[in-house]
């Protein structure tokens, strides 16, 4: 998939249509299409972290994830820590690594908005 196609309307494809992980050079150029996500040093999945208004916020905000990912068909790790960090990890569990559908649901993660703590 071309990185002009990858936005929030983009809808994930079956894993199994998919044949393999990306590259990690295709991996780290897809990293330009999101902000605030990291990616593992062995490029087979992206992370991202933030710190929420509190464990309400924290909360909803995951679930909303949750909501996404049914829809899309593509499911996250997703933690909370300290009542109010979360964490989002996204792989291709089926693949082993990194696929254009992570990058999808980093891009529809990125669309929902979240209430941040104004303290660091």
Same mark, same amino acid.
């Given at each position: 998939?071309? #990185?002009? =196609?990858?936005?929030?309307?983009? *809808? %994930?494809?079956? %894993?199994?249509? +998919?044949?393999?992980?990306?590259? +990690?050079? =295709?991996?780290? =150029? *897809? #990293?330009?299409? @999101?902000?605030?996500?990291?990616?593992?040093?062995?490029? &087979?999945?992206? &992370?991202? *972290? !933030?710190?929420?208004?509190?464990?309400?916020?924290? !909360?909803?905000?995951?679930?909303?994830?949750?909501? $996404?990912? =049914?829809?899309?068909?593509?499911?996250?790790?997703?933690?909370?820590?300290?009542?109010?960090?979360?964490? /989002?990890?996204?792989?291709?569990?089926?693949?082993?690594? !990194? &696929?254009?559908?992570?990058?999808? #649901?980093? @891009? %529809?993660?990125?669309? /929902?908005? $979240?209430? !941040?703590?104004?303290?660091?």
């Amino acid at each position: 998939m071309e #990185m002009s =196609e990858i936005n929030p309307e983009s *809808k %994930c494809v079956p %894993c199994e249509g +998919i044949g393999a992980a990306l590259s +990690i050079e =295709e991996a780290k =150029e *897809k #990293m330009k299409l @999101v902000k605030g996500w990291s990616i593992s040093d062995d490029s &087979t999945s992206i &992370t991202k *972290k !933030l710190k929420l208004k509190n464990f309400v916020s924290a !909360l909803d905000y995951i679930n909303r994830i949750g909501q $996404v990912a =049914e829809g899309q068909g593509h499911h996250p790790d997703l933690h909370i820590t300290g009542y109010q960090h979360v964490q /989002i990890d996204l792989m291709t569990h089926a693949l082993g690594g !990194l &696929t254009d559908n992570d990058f999808i #649901m980093a @891009v %529809c993660i990125d669309a /929902i908005p $979240v209430e !941040l703590s104004k303290k660091p």
